[in-house]
């Protein structure tokens, strides 16, 4: 079992900056790889970018890149840092991590992004 905790989410005017962190616990050697997901009502759960256990590669969205960062530490903490904030932003972000051998997915309960003036 892995156990995710999302923070850093709050409320950012228009091309604010908001850090989220994920701390992952439990089986932690068991994940391949972690990301970010984002969801708004009534609309599917959409990943926004991810980067494996060891750091080696990263994916990120085309409408993420040059704002959104993501990165890791040593620690099984991921780091999602958004610059120039735009309304259309505004979701749910939920911590994501996959697991080796097509193993279970796991997920954090989320945190919410509001980006308004």
């Known amino acids: 079992q892995v156990q995710l905790v999302e923070s850093g989410g709050g409320l950012v005017q228009p091309g604010g900056s908001l850090r989220l962190s994920c701390a992952a616990s439990?089986?932690?050697?068991?994940?391949?790889?972690m990301g970010w997901y984002r969801e708004v009502p009534g609309t599917q759960r959409e990943l926004v970018a991810s980067?494996?256990?060891?750091?080696?590669?990263r994916w990120i969205r085309d409408f993420a890149k040059g704002r959104f960062t993501i990165s890791k530490n040593t620690q099984a903490t991921v780091y999602l840092q958004m610059n120039s904030l735009e309304p259309e932003d505004t979701a749910v972000y939920f911590c994501?991590?996959?697991?080796?051998?097509?193993?279970?997915?796991?997920w954090g309960r989320g945190t919410q992004v509001t980006v308004s003036s």
């Open positions: 994501g991590a996959r697991t080796w051998n097509n193993g279970p997915t796991y």
């Open positions: 980067i494996a256990e060891d750091g080696s590669s």
């Open positions: 439990g089986s932690v050697a068991s994940i391949s790889r």
